[in-house]
DNA sequence: ACAAAAAATGTGTTCGAACACATTGATGTT
DNA sequence: AACATCAATGTGTTCGAACACATTTTTTGT
C-alpha cells in the first residue's frame, strides 16, 4: 500500500516530475504519447495528492467574516459564537482567521452598518445569519459583486448568490412537532400555534414551522383539532394567553414556533388543571428547565451551534484542502425531551 | 494578524531557527538567556506551529484496522460500514489505510480468528465493535501487549486498555425510552420489555437499557405500570407474543432494547384494538417501515454509523495532527419518529 | 538547409517544521 | 600554548506539490 508520489509517477513513466504535474493539473505543453502515458498511469495506480504537501505550498491566510445578531441582546444566538470558537481553534493553525460582527436583531440599521464595515475588509467569505429577509438580499449582492463568498444559516433565503446554506428543512419541522402534538394531545381538542419574538421579524421561518404543522394535521384522519394562530411579541404575551386560559372551552396544547416557549412555559405553569402539552424550539436554559419541571413537552433542536460551526467547517476546509461544498446542507431535526437534552447541550 | 514562523521568531530572538526548534520541543542545549527570550516571544506573539508542515515531514502511513460483525448477517451492521468509508474517502490522502475485517456475531470462534489475522499485521490502531463481552476484553489485552491502540464503539466496556469509546450513556437511553413512554401509554397499563436478538448475545447493553428505563419508572409518582421483562430469541418470539397478547389484561406498550423491534410490530400489527404503543431501536429500513406506519411509535437511534465515522476520525486526527483523543465520547440520544427519521438517515 | 519560433520537457526553488550535522566558543588539561 | 571536551548555536536537507524558469526538441518559414 505505497503512497505514490509525483516523483515515483515521473519516474515509471520515464518524464520528469514537471511533465507529470502539467498532465495532473491539465495546463498543456505536453506531447501526446507523455499524456496518455502519464494519465494512465495515473489511474493505474490511484493517485491521490497528498494534500498535506499541497495546502503547505499554499500559504495564504483565509479570512472568514461572521455576521449575526448580538447574544446580548437575545440569548438565542449565543450557540452560534460556540460553533464559531469551537471552528476557530480547529483552523487557527491552519491559516484561517476569524472574525465575529455582531448587529441588533431589531435594528436594520445596524445590520446594514455592520455588513459595510465588513464588506470594506473584503474578507474570503462571509457568514451571514440573515434574520432581516430582504435587507439580506440586498447585502448578499453586494458580496457577490465583490466576489465574497456567502455562506447563510437558520434561515432559507433561495437565492443564487449564496454558496452554501447549513439549515434544516423548517416544513418538516413543523411537521414533526404536529406528529408529537398529535400524539400527546386528545382529538377534538384546541390547539394554539403562537409566533413569539421579541421584536418584529420580517423572517420566514416562523411561517414555514406553521406551514408544516396544519399541512400534517390536515392530512390525517379525523383529527378534528381546532387551531388558532397568533403573532405576539413578548410584551404583549401575558394578557393575551391569559384571556385564553380564561375561557370556558381552553385550548390542550400550545406549539410556539420560536425559541421564547419559555415564557409560555411560564405563564401556562399557573394553570396546571388545564393540563396544556407544550411544544417549542431551542435548548436555551429557560427552556430546559421548564422542560425538566414538565411543563413543556418536547423542544425541537435547531442547533445553531451545529449550524454555525459546520458552517465555518466546510469553508475552512474549502479553502485549505479544495473541498467541495454542497450548495444546502440540512442538518437533522432533533426532538429533545427531559431525558435526552444532556447529549445535545454538552457537545 | 500575520502568522508567525520560526524563521520570523529567530530573527526576533536574534538566534537561528535551531535554537527556537530546540527551545519549543525542550530539546534542551540552550543557554538560558535564550531560552528565556524565546520563550518570551513564543508567549507573547501566541506562537501556533503549522501543523500542515509538521505532518508533512511525517511520511509515515498509519494503519487501522476495523473489527465488526458481518453485516450480510446482522444488517443493524452495515450503517458502521457506510461510517468507515466516509472516514476512509476524508483521509486516504492524508497517508491512512483503513482495513475492514467481518466476524460471525453468533460465533465466537471467528471473532477469535478474525483478531489473530489482525494481530498478525500489527497496525497502529483497530476499532473494535465488542460483542462478546468477555471475548472482547480477552483479545483487547493482547492488542495493548503489542502497543496497538485500542477504540471500541456500541458497548462500554469499562476497561483500561481502550484507548476511546464512541458510544451514547446506555442507562439514559433506557429512562429516554420510559419517559416517551409515559407520555403515549396511560397509567396503570401492563408494559412488556423485550431483550430481542438472533442469537444468544453476551454484550450487556440491553441489560443498561432496561435498567434505565425501570429507573424512570420508579421515580414518578402514581405510575403504577406493571413491568415484565422477556429475552427471546427471534425463533421463539411469534409464539411467545401470541400468548400474552391473547390474554385478557393484554399490554398497552413494548420496549424493544434491540433493533429487532420490526418483528415485534409486525405482530402486534394484528391487534390493532389493543392500540399498543411501540419503541425500539435503530433506523433500520424494516423499522423505519413500521414507524411511518405508526405501527413503532418512537426509534431511539444509536446512531452506528455516525459512531464509527467519529472514532476512525478521532484515530485519523490523533496519528495526523497530534490531536487528542477523549477517552470516552458520548454521542446524542436521538428520539426518532415518522416525521424526523430522513435527516437521521441521509447523513 | 538553417535560423527562428513554438512546443515539449527538465530543473530548481518555495512553503514551515523537524532533525541531522556542522560550526563556534568557552573551559579545562597537560 | 596547544589541544581535547563539551555546551551552545547555526546550517542544510527533507517531506510532496506547485510553479517559475531554464533547457532541449520539434516545427515552421524562407
Redesign the interface.
Known amino acids: 500500500?505505497?503512497?505514490y508520489t509525483i516523483k515515483d509517477i515521473a519516474k515509471l513513466a520515464g518524464v520528469s516530475k514537471g511533465t507529470v504535474d502539467r498532465v495532473i493539473h491539465k495546463r498543456g505543453k505536453v506531447s501526446q504519447a507523455a499524456l496518455e502515458k502519464v494519465t494512465k498511469l495515473l489511474e493505474e495506480i490511484d493517485y491521490?495528492?497528498?494534500?498535506?504537501?499541497r495546502?503547505?505550498k499554499n500559504t495564504k491566510?483565509y479570512?472568514i467574516c461572521v455576521i449575526q445578531p448580538n447574544p446580548e441582546i437575545d440569548p438565542y444566538w449565543q450557540p452560534c459564537i460556540d460553533g464559531v470558537n469551537d471552528a476557530i481553534n480547529e483552523y487557527?493553525?491552519?491559516?484561517i482567521?476569524i472574525d465575529s460582527y455582531f448587529f441588533n436583531h431589531a435594528d436594520t440599521d445596524s445590520f446594514f452598518k455592520v455588513n459595510e464595515e465588513v464588506l470594506k475588509q473584503l474578507p474570503d467569505a462571509v457568514l451571514i445569519t440573515p434574520v432581516f429577509h430582504k435587507e439580506s438580499i440586498e447585502v448578499i449582492k453586494k458580496y457577490n459583486a465583490n466576489n465574497v463568498i456567502v455562506s447563510t444559516i437558520n434561515d432559507p433565503l433561495e437565492l443564487n448568490g449564496i454558496t452554501n446554506y447549513v439549515g434544516?428543512?423548517l416544513i418538516?419541522s413543523g411537521?414533526?412537532a404536529?406528529?408529537?402534538m398529535e400524539?400527546?394531545v386528545p382529538r377534538n381538542r384546541d390547539i394554539l400555534i403562537v409566533h413569539l419574538d421579541e421584536v418584529f421579524n420580517n423572517s420566514i421561518h416562523m411561517q414555514l414551522k406553521e406551514k408544516g404543522f396544519k399541512n400534517?394535521l390536515k392530512h390525517i384522519s379525523n383529527s378534528n383539532y381546532k387551531l388558532k394562530t397568533y403573532s405576539l411579541q413578548q410584551a404583549d404575551l401575558d394578557e393575551k394567553l391569559h384571556d385564553l386560559l380564561n375561557k370556558p372551552n381552553a385550548i390542550s396544547g400550545i406549539f410556539v414556533t420560536t425559541s421564547k416557549v419559555y415564557s409560555v412555559a411560564k405563564i401556562v405553569e399557573n394553570f396546571p388543571d388545564l393540563n396544556i402539552k407544550i411544544i417549542g424550539y431551542d435548548l436555551l436554559d429557560e427552556n430546559i428547565k421548564y422542560l425538566k419541571k414538565g411543563a413543556i413537552?418536547f423542544l425541537i433542536n435547531q442547533n445553531p451551534k451545529h449550524q454555525a460551526y459546520l458552517c465555518i467547517t466546510q469553508l475552512a476546509e474549502y479553502f485549505?484542502f479544495d473541498k467541495k461544498i454542497p450548495k444546502q446542507k440540512?442538518?437533522?431535526?432533533?426532538?429533545?425531551?427531559?431525558?435526552?437534552f444532556?447529549?445535545?447541550t454538552n457537545?
Open positions: 500500500m505505497k503512497k491521490q495528492p497528498n494534500l498535506i504537501a495546502s503547505l491566510n479570512h487557527k493553525s491552519f491559516g482567521t434544516q428543512d418538516q411537521r414533526i404536529a406528529r408529537l400524539m400527546i400534517y413537552d485549505l440540512l442538518l437533522p431535526i432533533d426532538i429533545v425531551n427531559s431525558e435526552n444532556d447529549g445535545y457537545n
